[in-house]
DNA sequence: GGCTTACGATACGAGACCGTCTCGTATTGA
DNA sequence: TCAATACGAGACGGTCTCGTATCGTAAGCC
């Protein structure tokens, strides 16, 4: 069920293929790739997930469509296998800070937000992949849960560590910090998303607050502030 | 262009019907609110937007295919009164204070996200609605801006009354407050919504921080800041 | 060379949907 | 009464897609 037993193994490559070496001709990885890419290409494209179909994945790619169906058995598997493709691994854990460790989590999400693909991916999963419950399955195995996974990992460890408030809901922590990346990479499309510094902004301000105050310097490198706590 | 020059117009109701009174049998209004109710059930019952055919429509109305192409031109033009038909009034702003007024459209936010109508369209707005541009912008205009615009409005009334930091993008400021509802509305089907204080949890927790640090008296009582604005 | 399999291309049947049109019937105004 | 329009139902031609099958050809193994 969850993925803890199925360690996200690779999974690519079409179905059949580990089994006894083919006699014949042996099959065209090149024509494997054209698939692929073209698939990727309309995605880039904004073709809808339902103007996608095989014929037009199979033109693209400059492929028969038999080549397509003798890897996959339908459209919903190869999508599986696009998907299960196009994800990055997550960013590396274990900066000096928690802080440190926020900031990685949410540029992940700015760097993934500019890819269009990613965002085809994230849209279409919205909307569309009601109907197609093996998709919906491995789109939310393979990128909902480890990210969702990740920020939490995150928010215990500042949690514990006392530097981020105990008296909310860890998911509500979650949400304000990665948030306002996510409106940005996934509902809105005018969005900039290319300031290298947009994650350390949006998680220092979510950490500070955004109400006016007695100015707070930021957190890293903390001055000797002549008045902080007017009350412990 | 702008939503200034068109201020909103009901705009309901297929079209021509204003004309000269018609000489033989009146169109029923009873088919009319079958072909919505049916439209809204489906959106209900989890139909894909790529699902939603006209014949769908008209058999799940008890309607003839007809009925409906009397009316509407197409399917699109069908949903395009739909989408306009389903929001309600923005809520009324102009509360006590600032922080009244943004709890107030974030709870309008988790109102809206309870309907599952409303849910519906806005995932198949972002996969889906490239291919279909009068939809998308209908639902851009009267949806998506008015509740952008609203928002900005009390950020700027915050910002201007120094009760909000000036120092951060309106824009992000903007994404800090509706962000966490926007998610769970949008994004995430198992979010928890019923608990009407949940706005003024994301309120506050956005203004004041999510960090650790010696606790602040909640925000509504301003203590008097000697030092504000050190910038115009 | 012969066998086997993959290749691109394309024909095919099945089926969903669109938008139009035609039934027979119902409901209005003239 | 009668013309006009709407109604539900559904047939119709056209388009699109799916998934299968069949070409002639290409590329590997024996």
Redesign the pocket.
Known sequence: MTSADTPLKPCHGPA?EQDA????????E???Q?IYAAVEKLMEDGTGLS?????????E???????I???W????ALLVDVVARLEEPLPPLGGPTYRDDLISAVDYMRRRGLIKRSRWIVRSALGQMNAWPELKHTYHERVVHPRREMVRQIVRRGVAAGELRADLDVELLCEMLIGPILLRTVLWDDAPLEDPDLPRQMVDAALQGIGARPPVPPVPPVPPVPRVSSAS
């Open positions: 059949g070496p083919r006699r014949g001709r042996p099959r065209s090149a024509a494997e054209a103007e996608l179909s095989i014929e037009r994945i199979a033109a790619a400059g492929v028969g469509k038999a080549t169906y003798r890897r058995p339908n459209k919903e």
